[in-house]
């Protein structure tokens, strides 16, 4: 049987003209505008900024994310466990 444990995932992304990205290697969708994607992947919160961003394919059972629209910017942050488990993953990404 496969194991789908999300440490095991590899992260890559791939642009194509600032259009189009595919990136793998994602646990979690936090939060999702035409202006800005917060993802969470195994290298840590992953921001992209842009225009008219659309999230066109999402399937989080194997990690994979595929963005359309115009991307402005990639920005990675780590994100600790430092034992904080109250305070949330926006405030940990803004400090």
Same mark, same amino acid.
Request: charged letters at 30%; glycine letters at 8%; proline letters at 0%.
């Given at each position: 049987m496969?194991?789908?444990?999300s440490?095991?995932?590899?992260?890559k #992304?791939t642009?194509?003209?600032?259009?189009?990205?595919? +990136?793998s290697?994602?646990?979690? %969708?936090? &939060? =999702?505008?035409?202006?800005?994607?917060?993802?969470e992947?195994e290298?840590?919160?992953?921001?992209i900024?842009?225009?008219?961003l659309? #999230?066109?394919?999402?399937?989080?059972?194997?990690?994979e +994310?595929?963005?359309?629209?115009k %991307?402005d &910017? =990639?920005?990675?942050?780590?994100?600790?466990?430092?034992?904080?488990?109250?305070?949330?993953?926006?405030?940990?990404?803004?400090?």
């Open positions: 496969e194991d789908l444990n440490s095991t995932r590899m992260h #992304v642009i194509t003209n600032r259009k189009s990205c595919a +990136v290697g994602v646990n979690d %969708v936090l &939060s =999702f505008d035409e202006h800005e994607i917060l993802l992947t290298q840590g919160m992953l921001m900024k842009g225009e008219e659309h #999230v066109s394919r999402l399937t989080l059972d194997k990690g +994310v595929d963005i359309d629209g %991307v &910017s =990639f920005t990675y942050s780590d994100v600790s466990a430092s034992g904080k488990k109250n305070e949330s993953l926006l405030s940990k990404l803004f400090r």
